[in-house]
């Protein structure tokens, strides 16, 4: 028997999650929590696509950059409220552009 496939795993996973899951985001009712444990630790072996912010000064990039006297911006001075980049190349070149850092984040 051939082995799945990583991306076929995550598929089937994400539609075990989304067929367990409640309105008020458990799994289960008490008496079964091991479901829980169970779904968690499933959505623990997805793989999490990598993501990039922009790191300047004492801030992070939020979303548009105005050039005249300086920089001004918008920055967020926590990584999760962080404009989060796909693309490990445009987030390189905001950072050029304002003399900032990139950053590798997860979540």
Partial sequence: MEKPKQEELEV???????????????????ENYWIDEFISNLESLLEKEPMWVVRYEDGYFSEEIN?????????????????????????????????????????
């Fill in 12 to 30: 089937k996973i994400q539609e075990l999650i989304e067929a367990y899951k409640q309105e008020d985001g458990q799994y289960s009712n008490p």
């Fill in 67 to 107: 050039f005249g006297c300086g920089i001004d911006g918008d920055w967020v001075d926590e990584v999760s409220r962080a404009y989060h980049f796909t693309d490990k190349s445009k987030a390189e070149a905001v950072a050029l552009l304002i003399g900032g850092t990139v950053e590798e984040v997860t979540e």
